[in-house]
């Protein structure tokens, strides 16, 4: 049963049990006081906790919009630039979270802090003053009516009746107080239940919007994760992959280190201790140098070096070798050691010592020395049978039916490995013509679907070079790191029409069975970038082995993916020379890219494409792609050679491509010095006629060099271009300038990777990859 109530009519009598009723509604007052005290309390140490937390949760958001990935090799894929901006996502996503935390900090102090100490100061602190006046007011009235009944009756009459009369008014007025502290009591019975949890509602209010913002933060997050967990997979899966060719190298490497040197402009390097000679009484010290030589040049240098002395590297010293004599023991307590002899310093003998016998030899036959030994590296002799031939085809096209007639929807087609016995027997039978023609893949239940597989990829993995060459693995690798989806197909489709004939043959007929297996992706599990993954290596490799190239091994399995999402498009079609847009082979992480350094008078010796569609002239200039002839190169191909052609540079035209090596041009530029820069890029600027007068016959002719050429250039060169990075000139003839700044007069300049612009009427320079042509 609940409180009773407080009957106005009892403060009259005002009996035990009133008194009583009285207390109890005290001491629930009193509890409540209390209860609001503590609640007060752990509202404030919840703000307090709530700002820690905030504080806690934006220090972590810092710390993950400071850290940033570094990556190995000159670029990334786009999973791993999405995974690198992820971080700076989940940094954005807590601080939005954290804002709207602040605002629940601030509710809990407006909707219930102040509110309950208010009700708890005015409402309950009125009913305690109260209380003591109602406390005071009954001491004093039952005292002095305690002292009027202890009145002699001898007093006088008018004695008494003032004593009477004071003692009723006072009485009164007792009466007056209980009945409004009863009316009071009851009032903030009442009232407490609206008054105490209408702020406790509007605290959960608030926190209800907290969460309810924090699940629209996360449902507008749900895509971002999806995407990128599906980016995480892929990095994963290529880490893979590219993991076990990093480990198969380096056991290739622990087993014969000699067969697997990196290709590069020295004879032979390595480390060598060299004998320094001192004064008599301190003898000679032995000092390890790293040494270098050429024997083109005859240029050895030695740069001293001691690991265990922090790594510090020391001055540099060359002189041209003249002579090489292997020490005996006999003539020096040492072993492994030999003399060389400067040009500069005759008669006057370095002695050096390798780090065994094995080594010495080495350096002995590298050097001219008289036993040198003959190195023979067995790898180099090894025979490879798979050729690109008649049984090369029948191979394919045989693993192919049967793998879509047997096991298109197996789960792992193609990451499932055969067992090697049965791999090597299976490819040992099909490589033979005698055989080949008998193995029956289709009905045969001798080999299994994983066999078949590994045989295919074995296969092309046996090819004297990858089927999609060595010579443009570089140039396949390029478009991949860096420019838009669709100049990256563009890229590719040009690239793919370059290959050797037969090579692309074989790449179609493998695609397309390839784009067929990632169809079936929902049951075998073989999507477009597991399937990247796989035939990656497979299709492409690069000539050197090294950590390095393995690296790429990410950008061979995006060109894959390519090939497989756009096969219809690259092997249907014949490539258009007109891309929207430049591929840059620069890198482009999410940051601004790093600018290049101003050398003058130096020139890239790389080969000049179409995808590129740039041209190197001798005084460094670059024709922008975007100033090429619209009109498709079919239509230069096409036409009969007239003698307007017999002047132009060797390479120029070469079935539908535009590709020139730099030295090809710098020779015919010589060669043609009347047409060796304005007539090439006028000849390359020429509209095509077809733009003009329909279904009339194009026909192209090398304009007059004697003509206003340099109107034609400064057609092409000059433009307004576009800021998309933010930079600061370190230089006074650099600009500065905001992403999204307006360049006018644009062109390019003489020193490679900057342009020669013009922005807010000063005319300066600028990083040619912060910028893109309008």
Known sequence: MGLQPLEFSDCYLDSPWFRERVRAHEAELDKTSKFIKELLKDGKNLIAATKNLSAAQRKFAHSLRDFKFEFIGDAETDDERYIDASLHEFSNFLKNLEEQREILALSVTETLIKPLEKFRKEQLGAVKEEKKKFDKETEKNYSLLEKHLNLSAKKKELQLQEADNQVEQNRKHFYELSLEYVCKLQEIQERKKFECVEPVLSFFQGLFTFYHQGYELAKDFNHYKMALQINIQNTRNRFEGTRSEVEDLMNKIRRNPQEHKRVNHFTIEGYLYVQEKRPAPFGSSWVKHYCTYRKETKKFTMIPFEHRSGGKVGDEELFILTNCTKRNTDTIDRRFCFDLEAADRPGIPVTMQAFSEEERKLWMEALDGKEAVSMHHNFLNQIVCAQLDKIGFTIIKKCISAVETRGINDQGLYRVVGVSSKVQRLLSLLMDAKTCNEVDLENSVDWEVKTITSAMKQYLRSLPEPLMTYELHGEFIVPAKSGSPDSRVNAIHFLVHKLPEKNKEMLDILVKHLANVSKHAKKNLMTVANLGVVFGPTLMRPQEETVAAIMDLKFQNIVVEILIENHE??????????????????????????????????????????????????????????????????????????????????????????????????????????????????????????????????????????????????????????????????????????????????????????????????????????????
């Open 569 to 774: 498009k690259i092997f249907k079609t014949l490539p258009d020379t007109a891309f929207p847009e430049p591929i840059s082979t620069s890198v482009s992480p999410p940051n601004a890219p790093p600018r290049q350094s101003r050398r003058p008078g130096q020139r890239n010796k790389r080969p000049l494409a179409v995808y590129n569609l740039c041209l190197e002239l001798d005084d460094g200039k670059v024709l922008p792609k975007e100033d090429t002839p619209t009109g498709s190169m079919d239509s230069l191909s096409s036409q009969s050679p007239t003698p307007a052609f017999s002047s132009s540079p060797p390479g120029l035209l070469e079935k539908n491509h535009l590709i020139m090596d730099s030295g090809d041009l710098a020779d015919w530029s010589a060669n043609h010095p009347g047409q060796s820069r304005s007539s090439m890029v006028s000849w390359m600027n020429t509209p095509s006629p077809s733009a003009a007068a329909a279904n009339t016959a194009p026909s192209f002719s090398l304009p007059n060099p004697a003509t206003a050429n340099d109107r034609a250039v400064e057609s092409v060169v000059c433009q307004k271009a576009v800021a998309v990075y933010p930079c600061e000139a370190e230089h006074s003839s650099e600009l500065s300038f905001q992403t999204g700044a307006i360049f006018e007069d644009v062109q390019f300049s003489r020193e490679p990777g900057w342009l020669e612009g013009t922005l807010n009427g000063r005319r300066g320079l600028i990083p040619q990859n912060y910028v893109q042509f309008l």
